[in-house]
């Protein structure tokens, strides 16, 4: 099914299932532990031996020499593959770095082998054996030193790096009221429950891999290609994942490892990552230096408007949007966004959960409360007076909907905004101070191609076959949601099987496109099936209704039922709605925090969050997914943070004690209000993404409040206590 014009009124819009509430269809398995995650497939793959992963413990050089004799001698070992022993290896399609290294190293924790022995502790206990000489070379890991060398990006998944529009030197020069701030942004890990797990077994020339991975089809061509194989001999079987946040969104060294280990000890190996070796070992949101310009006349009406950024990955790596979202939030006649990359030799630097808006808003945000105060205007006004209806950079692109005010005017009333002291450091509350903080939430809205097998079986079960994933999200309701509807049956006769490259290629998790792309891919399907059920019982495609389990058309009607056997696959494929207009999600965050005016210790007591992403297509897993999302914001501001060894190249913090987020005890009460909206410009269920909308933004609206609260401006993430101390006013 092609989608070039906007969606018409079509089956969904009956709102029947779609749109309503369903709980999680596989949340029984979850609550009761029977979900099968990929390192308990004991079902696949019961005689499986373990792996433990080899790491380096430098950053940068050569292995002198590896001596693996002693862990081969080990009890219970199997198996000791290195770089040398692996045979030839290809890297992946998508990865910078190679995951198995060797002789040269190019990153700190870099796999350089596995020991495959009959038991998990065998195998950890040789992996200690394995000696290693290594000589070390210098590396770059300052950011901050390297911004001076940092080149243009190269063009990545979010446009060209630099932009610019009028004359923003000039405006900003002239411009009455200014400013210009710097700020920085640390290095983020996914920090996922599930680590990076996978069996793997071969049959023959055929590999299996079970694994936690967002994107099957990605990760399937990434391990064939790195194990130099053809695709089609690669299975990857992944329904259920422990989160994934964007660490998940590659092939990483586990798979591959666990995949040579197996076809070495010819048995299905099983590997994990463990907790303190997933940092350095996969990927992280990188660190950023932003600079923030922003010129107004003085009644608030921006005239110009920059942005530049800075981050380091590795050779051939590109850069995180972090200045997407200034092209598109803000009017204002003259602007200039620019990306910078410089070369740096701590791990590979990649997405994680709206990467680049997520850390772009950290900054914006900062600045546009800056900015208000300055102008003397309330935050919530001095946006609103800058809203505009067309792409700014490119005025002939309306939004194909844009709520923004309506979120900032909604939900300023529901939080009681108008009680907000605009000066800092004066509201108490008992002992401790207390300040309101708004930011914008603003995240693009990507779609992507995504495919779907249905079927229909006896008693009127319909099957739902793609290789979407679920890593968390809801994916399996949404999708049984969009077939009951589609098909007109109720949702328990839908059984909906997800993530095994056995399946029609989806869209996969990512971006925020997975659910306005896959639930498109499943009734582009379900209106094929329709179309051959109708012909089989000789009515018009078009006259035929679909309710309640029964085919109607003119004055007859059958159940569906009497239609098992047939099947039907169909792709949604986007055209260009998308160019033509600018499809985005739009938010606002409200946060009150408190702050502790002796030690500076600060409290997130309430959040609200207000989006508008046009129509929500299960109000309780979107909702999960916005208060998860502002959970990860509150970290981003007040804990998160990748401490660089700056000598040795290495995030020192690399476990859950030392790398902070935040626990229940930490988050407050949590609002989530999405406004009424469709977008036909979207999909064909009018629907667009939030896993992503709800960070970008929460991070600022947290350090705006902090700043309410205390007059303290913290510019350097994340806002902790030391930052504060000096500045904090005297109280009483
Ligand atoms: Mo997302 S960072 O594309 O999983």
Redesign the pocket.
Known sequence: MKFDTPAATNPIDQLKVVGQPADRIEGPLKATGTAPYAYERHDAAPNAAYGYVVVSTIARGRIRSLDASRARRAPGVLAVITAETAGPLDKGQYNTVRLLGGPEIQHYHQALGVVVAETWEQARAAAALVQVQYQEAPGRYDLAKLKNAAAVAPPGFGGPPDTARGDFDGAFASAPVKLDATYSTPGHAHAMMEPHATVAAWNGDQLTVWTSN?MIDWSRGDLAKTLKIPKEKVRLVSPFIGG???GK?WVRAEAVLAALGAKAVNRPVKVALTRPVMFNNTTHRPATIQRVRIGATPDGKITAIGHESWQADQEGGSSDPHVNQTRLLYAGANRMTRTRLAKGDLPEAN?????GEASGMMALEIAMDEMAEKLGLDPVDFRIRNDTQVDPEKPHRPFSQRQFVQCLRQGADHFGWSARNPRPGQTRDGRWLVGLGVAAAFRGAPVQTSAARVRLEAGGLLVVETDMTDIGTGSYTIIAQTAAETMGVPLHHVRVRLGDSDFPVSAG???QWGAASSTSGVYAACMKLREQVAGKFGFDPGQTAFQDGQVRSGGKAFPLAQAAGLVAEDAIEFGKLGEQQELSTFGAHFVEAAVDPYTAEIRVRRMLSVCAAGRILNPKSARSQVIGAMVMGVGAALMEDLVVDKRRGFFVNHDLAGYEVPVHADIPHQEVIFLDEVDPAASPLKAKGVGELGICGAAAAVANAVYNATGVRVRDYPVTLDKLLAGMPQVA
Do not use: E
């Open positions: 967002q994934g946040f964007g969104l997405a994680m959960r709206a990467p998790s990512g971006g």
